[in-house]
DNA sequence: CCTAGGCCTTTAAA
DNA sequence: ATTTAAAGGCCTA
């Protein structure tokens, strides 16, 4: 394979699935740029190209970085801090088993729910970089919101190698956004509404003065590379939570869901919850908000559930959210998935039907219960390899089913409420 | 403070 | 076939 630049060994770091699982991490909904091909995840993370995977007992990487180092001649050991950068982007100071038991022990829901989805962390991300995918979130997809930060890297981040066929570009810096005509690029790339929101706030954020947004960390989460301050000025007072909230909120295309996600995501603030529209559902359905005053979704309930999470979870209530989150993420697919499986099975029925010309076929073309679906097409196998299609068939769509009837019963209080 | 409507685009149902 | 709704919201009136 092809490679522009250099490319170190693999490496290791000792780690269980509990602490954490790349896979469900990932692909949560936080981090919008990594890929995954065949078992590894590959993603530009701050000048590098970083690759993982992931076994029982350990964290595999490896790092690829640019041809043109400061000093070709080095080797690259000395200056690869790939291991520190994983360490703080992971957040890997954490004992995510405790934090389960803590919040297990608060909540009989979460303790109900994490066994199936341990390892799921908060990532450490770039600010910036939170900052302005979750601005592409609003009213949109994670593959859609995906292919948007990918078209922005790809655009105006600063190359790093190529690998095969494909560049690598780093996230752009603020300022590689504040050229007049990126609005309508970005248009043109189909970001929508967005590319005004990016272009206004990329300007905002490269007039503030250098280090600003990172400014709004938590003081006890510093920025990746930051230098611990030597004898700091007394008279910067530390930051809080809600201030920093409500300068993200002044950005434009920042509303209060989005600043909460940059919080939580980028500045290290864990008692955050971002509220949105499947974080209300979970509070609607599992946490009894359903009979709120008003109909819609206002600021004041929004603090509210914010404020019941961080409650009920404590000062890591953004950790736990995103495992609740997660949880029913992934509740959601399996039940698309099993749609999507039911049809394909329902096709497959028809087509044997249309083969055979068998006139007894009613089952397909009624509206009737999955059920008995399933059951027509066990019973119908003619030819030796049609009886196997078939039997696979059934047992996937079982499992299929299986997981699309838990899920609706875990949304039908929710359906009802709406209906009054 | 609360509410309604519009906004880009894509996809899946209806 | 067309239309509607929803997808990890925000902004304006």
């Not at 954490?94 to 608060?106: N, T």
């Not at 029913?328 to 083969?355: G, N, S, Y």
């Not at 049609?386 to 875990?410: C, G, N, S, W």
């Amino acid at each position: 394979m092809a490679i522009s630049g250099r490319i170190s060994q693999w490496k290791k770091l000792p780690l269980t699935l509990t602490e954490l699982c790349i896979d469900t991490t990932l692909q949560c909904g936080q981090s919008f740029r990594w890929r995954k091909i065949n078992d590894e995840w590959i993603c530009s993370l701050r000048g590098r190209v970083v690759v993982l995977k992931q076994d029982e007992s350990c964290l595999h990487y490896k790092s690829m970085f640019p041809n043109v180092s400061p000093s070709p001649s080095k080797d690259i050991r000395d200056e690869d801090n790939t291991d520190k950068m994983l360490y703080h982007y992971f957040d890997l100071k954490h004992d995510l088993g405790a934090l389960y038991e803590q919040w297990s022990k608060a909540d009989p829901i979460f303790k109900k729910l994490a066994p199936q989805f341990g390892g799921v962390r908060i990532l450490n991300q770039d600010a910036w970089e939170a900052l302005i995918c979750f601005i592409c979130s609003s009213n949109n997809n994670i593959s859609r919101i995906s292919s948007m930060a990918h078209k922005l890297c790809k655009y105006y981040g600063a190359f790093i190698t190529k690998i095969g066929d494909e560049e690598y570009h780093d996230f752009p810096t603020p300022e590689a956004l504040t050229n007049p005509k990126v609005e309508s690029h970005l248009r043109e790339l189909g970001f929508g509404y967005r590319a005004q929101y990016i272009a206004n706030t990329a300007k905002i954020v490269a007039s503030k003065p250098p280090g600003w947004l990172n400014g709004l960390r938590n003081p006890e989460s510093p920025a990746w590379g930051a230098k611990p301050a030597l004898d700091s000025d007394s008279d910067a007072k530390p930051v809080t939570y809600k201030e920093a909230h409500g300068e993200l909120i002044s950005l434009s295309g920042v509303g209060p869901k989005v600043a909460d996600c940059v919080c939580l995501m980028g500045l290290g603030w864990s008692e955050s919850v971002p509220i949105d529209t499947h974080v209300w559902q979970i509070a609607q359905r599992d946490y009894k908000f359903g009979k709120t005053k008003t109909k819609t979704f206002t600021k004041a309930t929004y603090d509210a559930v914010g404020d019941h999470f961080r409650e009920l979870w404590g000062k890591q209530a953004g950790w736990a959210h995103s495992v609740l989150f997660t949880a029913d993420l992934k509740a959601f697919a399996k039940a698309k998935d099993a749609a999507k499986e039911v049809m394909k099975v329902k096709k497959e029925a028809e087509e044997e039907e249309d083969e055979d010309g068998s006139v007894d076929s009613p089952a397909v073309k009624v509206e009737v219960k999955v059920e008995e679906e399933v059951t027509a097409v066990e019973e119908a196998p003619r030819g030796r390899s049609k009886r196997k299609r078939a039997a696979t068939a059934v047992v996937k769509t079982e499992d299929a089913l299986e997981a699309k009837r838990e899920y609706t019963v875990r949304t039908r209080s929710q359906k009802k409420a709406k209906g009054q």
